[in-house]
């Protein structure tokens, strides 16, 4: 069975561009998690989103987006970039969101470099 | 809110020499408590998990023990190995609606 799946591996944008990420979970999995890692600062949460409606966000300005399709697959949307976004951003999926304490299966990530 | 507390490192160790990455954390009832791993240029993998106070979850000769009473997670190895090196981050899960709350990551080098 195919794991969680991220493209593209690595990304470079120019300052005020914008970046669109991919994600695609695990058959099965309803939920889809965003994480940042950037340099020195752990894992961020960003976003969440459940049987297609984003159910949380972090601490991020709005510029950081992004959808869940029907199939469940996700994409990230940051626009404006500035040079601080660039980071590592981490997909990861859960079989339930809401209750479900299981663990999440994080894809490979995407290296996005902002110059 | 939760949080995860964990020795940030770099933790440099001898090839075969014991291991120990302390972790706690602070959360309301009775989270889920897990182990990731993340090798460079990698993703976070899975380590060891645990569900419930005092279980004990294991892989790759890593153990941990879920431990209510102190409210920790340590992770520990007998014997590590060269390709141990890695970053270990500690994290729980309570059903609510970010996921996991992680630790801030224990960088680990193991020299030869």
């Known amino acids: 069975e195919a794991g969680v799946t991220q493209s593209p591996t690595h990304l470079i944008k120019t300052r005020g561009q914008q970046a669109t990420l991919r994600c695609s979970p695990i058959?099965?999995?309803?939920?889809v998690y965003w994480y940042q890692q950037a340099l020195g600062l752990g894992l961020q949460f960003l976003l969440w989103?459940?049987?297609?409606?984003?159910?949380n966000r972090g601490n991020f300005p709005p510029r950081f987006s992004g959808r869940q399709f029907p199939n469940y697959s996700s994409e990230l949307n940051v626009n404006a970039l500035e040079l601080e976004d660039s980071a590592l951003y981490l997909c990861?999926?859960?079989?339930?969101?809401?209750?479900?304490?299981?663990?999440?299966?994080f894809g490979e990530g995407s290296r996005l470099t902002v110059l | 809110g939760n949080s995860v507390t964990q020795m940030e490192g770099p933790v440099t160790l001898s090839e075969e020499a014991f291991l120990t990455i302390n972790c706690t954390y602070t959360?309301?009832?009775?989270?889920?408590l897990f182990w990731y791993v993340q090798y460079p240029g990698e993703g976070l993998q899975l380590l060891l998990k645990?569900?419930?106070?005092?279980d004990k979850g294991s892989n790759k000769g890593f153990e941990a023990t879920y431990r209510k009473e102190t409210t920790s997670f340590h992770l520990e190895k007998g014997s590590v190995q060269v390709s141990d090196s890695a970053v270990y981050f500690c994290?729980?899960?309570?059903?609510?609606?970010?996921?996991?709350?992680f630790g801030k990551g224990t960088h680990l080098i193991i020299q030869p």
């Open positions: 990861a999926s859960s079989r339930l969101g809401g209750t479900d304490t299981g663990e999440l299966f």
């Open positions: 058959s099965g999995h309803t939920s």
């Open positions: 989103y459940d049987e297609g409606e984003e159910r």
């Open positions: 959360a309301t009832g009775y989270p889920s």
């Open positions: 645990a569900t419930k106070a005092d």
């Open positions: 994290a729980l899960r309570k059903g609510g609606a970010d996921g996991l709350t």
